[in-house]
């Protein structure tokens, strides 16, 4: 073999620096068959470079495969991937401030709380300590990354607010948190999404497709339409889309309540309590007297306590459900949905934190205005417990058996 000069030593190393990735393993390994005895040892005390790449660069020569660097996994790692319990902080302390899109434009959750407060509540109220946690600014690019951005103030109407508003708010976070914390307590959110037209109308979406998707001209005549139910599990994001194709009623959104629990009893089996988030719609208020009889029966039927939690008014955009709506909207808004099967086959290909939702069809006709006279209700408001300062908005129902 040559042998190699001081200088010739320095132009070498020189230009293995210039090199990057496969190259200059292959610079490598080429110098050291060809002044080296293709010796990895010999070209890491010559030279200074690491045996084991020179050995990775012989066996790229050889065989002919070339090793693709992972650049990406290289450096310092973001802080939420080095410490997963901060992001599952972040996401505890932001769910419950955070609201979709009300008209489903965006499928980002935007948060009321700031990345200054979101800090000084994991250091008040998780129990971290100032100097193991990123800075202000850092917290905030966090809060993006997650999917939790700051929407921009704009003028605009005063949001209608009742007096209640924020004790109601105060009170469904505690209720959601005793949940959370009960083994044998379910919390789930649900809500009925606006009624879908069977026809060849624009949604107003983008599709991917050589030629654009025609639709009706205009939006005429009269038209069959869906129902989507929706029932959130929140801790675990399973998530079920019921359709109706008759009126969305009280019996029809008990009735979706107990498909879905007959369908998922085996799941649920050691479950106690079933924690219900939901809006005060006129269907499902908590003065809903056919309502109430039923979600009342329903409990005795399954030896369930029931407790109805229900968002202020004009805020129901804070239910976790509505965000599933939002994914929806963005899923299908591309395509005409103009019959039942290609409604329920867009909504089974949706996903929602990584999972397909399970979707049902019902195609019971159901009846509007059903009401119970004060007489014979009586028995069933007895059975009724308010909330002494939030009695229309906190109801808690007890099992009774025979």
Same mark, same amino acid.
């Given at each position: 073999?040559?042998?190699?000069?001081?200088?010739?030593?320095?132009?070498?190393?020189?230009?293995?620096?210039?090199?990057?990735?496969?190259?200059?393993?292959?610079?490598?390994?080429?110098?050291?068959?060809?002044?080296?005895?293709?010796?990895?040892?010999?070209?890491?005390?010559?030279?200074?470079?690491?045996?084991?790449?020179?050995?990775?660069?012989?066996?790229?020569?050889?065989?002919?495969?070339?090793?693709?660097?992972?650049?990406?996994?290289?450096?310092?790692?973001?802080?939420?991937?080095?410490?997963?319990?901060?992001?599952?902080?972040?996401?505890?302390?932001?769910?419950?401030?955070?609201?979709?899109?009300?008209?489903?434009?965006?499928?980002?959750?935007?948060?009321?709380?700031?990345?200054?407060?979101?800090?000084?509540?994991?250091?008040?109220?998780?129990?971290?300590?100032?100097?193991?946690?990123?800075?202000?600014?850092?917290?905030?690019?966090?809060?993006?990354?997650?999917?939790? $951005?700051?929407?921009?103030?704009?003028?605009?109407?005063?949001?209608?607010?009742?007096?209640?508003?924020?004790?109601?708010?105060?009170?469904?976070?505690?209720?959601?948190?005793?949940?959370?914390? $009960?083994?044998?307590?379910?919390?789930?959110?649900?809500?009925?999404?606006?009624?879908?037209?069977?026809?060849?109308?624009?949604?107003?979406?983008?599709?991917?497709?050589?030629?654009?998707?025609?639709?009706?001209?205009?939006?005429?005549?009269?038209?069959?339409?869906?129902?989507?139910?929706?029932?959130?599990?929140?801790?675990?994001?399973?998530?079920?889309?019921?359709?109706?194709?008759?009126?969305?009623?009280?019996?029809?959104?008990?009735?979706?309540? =107990?498909?879905?629990?007959?369908?998922?009893?085996?799941?649920?089996?050691?479950?106690?309590?079933?924690?219900?988030?939901?809006?005060?719609?006129?269907?499902?208020?908590?003065?809903?007297?056919?309502?109430?009889? $039923?979600?009342?029966?329903?409990?005795?039927?399954?030896?369930?306590?029931?407790?109805?939690?229900?968002?202020?008014?004009?805020?129901?955009?804070?239910?976790?459900? =509505?965000?599933?709506?939002?994914?929806?909207?963005?899923?299908?808004?591309?395509?005409?949905?103009?019959?039942?099967?290609?409604?329920?086959?867009?909504?089974?290909?949706?996903?929602?934190?990584?999972?397909?939702?399970?979707?049902?069809?019902?195609?019971?006709?159901?009846?509007?205005?059903?009401?119970?006279?004060?007489?014979?209700?009586?028995?069933?408001?007895?059975?009724?417990?308010?909330?002494?300062?939030?009695?229309?908005?906190?109801?808690?129902?007890?099992?009774?058996?025979?």
């Amino acid at each position: 073999m040559p042998a190699l000069s001081k200088q010739h030593i320095i132009t070498i190393k020189e230009a293995s620096r210039k090199l990057t990735g496969a190259k200059r393993r292959a610079f490598q390994a080429q110098v050291s068959i060809d002044y080296l005895n293709s010796s990895p040892r010999r070209a890491e005390s010559t030279f200074g470079w690491d045996r084991n790449t020179v050995k990775l660069g012989l066996n790229e020569l050889r065989t002919g495969f070339t090793c693709i660097g992972n650049f990406k996994a290289r450096g310092n790692k973001r802080s939420e991937e080095k410490n997963q319990q901060l992001k599952f902080d972040i996401c505890d302390l932001a769910e419950p401030n955070s609201q979709t899109d009300p008209k489903f434009q965006t499928c980002f959750k935007y948060t009321r709380i700031t990345a200054k407060a979101m800090r000084v509540a994991l250091i008040t109220e998780k129990g971290w300590s100032d100097k193991d946690l990123p800075c202000e600014k850092t917290i905030g690019n966090i809060l993006n990354r997650l999917g939790y $951005r700051l929407r921009r103030v704009q003028k605009a109407a005063p949001i209608k607010k009742i007096k209640e508003t924020d004790a109601i708010f105060e009170h469904l976070h505690k209720a959601n948190e005793v949940s959370d914390k $009960r083994e044998d307590s379910l919390r789930i959110s649900i809500d009925t999404k606006a009624k879908v037209d069977l026809c060849d109308s624009s949604r107003g979406g983008t599709s991917r497709c050589k030629k654009a998707v025609q639709a009706d001209d205009h939006d005429m005549g009269i038209k069959p339409k869906m129902s989507p139910f929706g029932i959130l599990d929140v801790m675990t994001g399973l998530l079920t889309i019921i359709f109706g194709v008759s009126f969305e009623t009280s019996d029809f959104i008990v009735d979706c309540i =107990e498909q879905w629990w007959d369908d998922n009893r085996e799941l649920y089996r050691h479950i106690n309590q079933l924690v219900i988030n939901l809006d005060n719609g006129p269907q499902n208020s908590s003065h809903r007297t056919q309502f109430m009889k $039923r979600m009342v029966e329903f409990a005795d039927r399954n030896n369930l306590e029931i407790v109805l939690v229900y968002y202020p008014p004009y805020h129901s955009k804070y239910n976790p459900i =509505e965000r599933a709506w939002g994914m929806l909207e963005n899923h299908w808004n591309g395509t005409l949905l103009n019959s039942i099967e290609t409604t329920l086959e867009w909504a089974k290909t949706m996903t929602w934190k990584g999972l397909h939702p399970t979707v049902k069809l019902i195609e019971t006709t159901y009846q509007k205005g059903v009401k119970i006279c004060k007489k014979l209700f009586k028995n069933t408001a007895d059975r009724l417990s308010r909330h002494a300062t939030l009695p229309k908005y906190s109801v808690v129902i007890l099992p009774q058996t025979e």
